[in-house]
Nanobody, 119 residues
Framework: QVQLVESGGGLVQPGGSLRLSCAAS????????MGWYRQAPGKQRELVAA???????NYVDSVKGRFTISRDSAKNTVNLQMNILKPEDTAVYYC?????????????WGPGTQVTVSS
């Protein structure tokens, strides 16, 4: 079982920055692909960024060059640095841990943290 808790959300003006953090517990952190998803009102949840245990990263096109995902295996955390924020980045952001184990997918979610970009 994996427990995930996000922090760092809030209200920020367009062009500003926020740093989200996700603390993982209850498992071997390095066994999982870690990611950040977001869901805006009336829209489907979408993958924002992901990072493998080897540090390979992937981003949705709309955040490339603005967001950076990183993981710290010593602290069991995954972070999302968000710069040059836009109103369309407004959403609830969720931390995700995923792996395929013994033929079964394991997928865990944090409760989410609200990010609002508005003047």
């Amino acid at each position: 079982q994996v427990q995930l808790v996000e922090s760092g959300g809030g209200l920020v003006q367009p062009g500003g920055s926020l740093r989200l953090s996700c603390a993982a517990s209850g498992t071997i952190f390095n066994n999982y692909l870690m990611g950040w998803y977001r869901q805006a009102p009336g829209k489907q949840r979408e993958l924002v960024a992901a990072v493998t245990n080897g540090g390979v990263t992937n981003y949705v096109d709309s955040v490339k060059g603005r967001f950076t995902i990183s993981r710290d295996s010593a602290k069991n955390t995954v972070n999302l640095q968000m710069n040059i924020l836009k109103p369309e980045d407004t959403a609830v952001y969720y931390c995700n841990a995923y792996r395929w184990h013994n033929g079964v997918p394991e997928n865990y979610w944090g409760p989410g943290t609200q990010v609002t970009v508005s003047s």
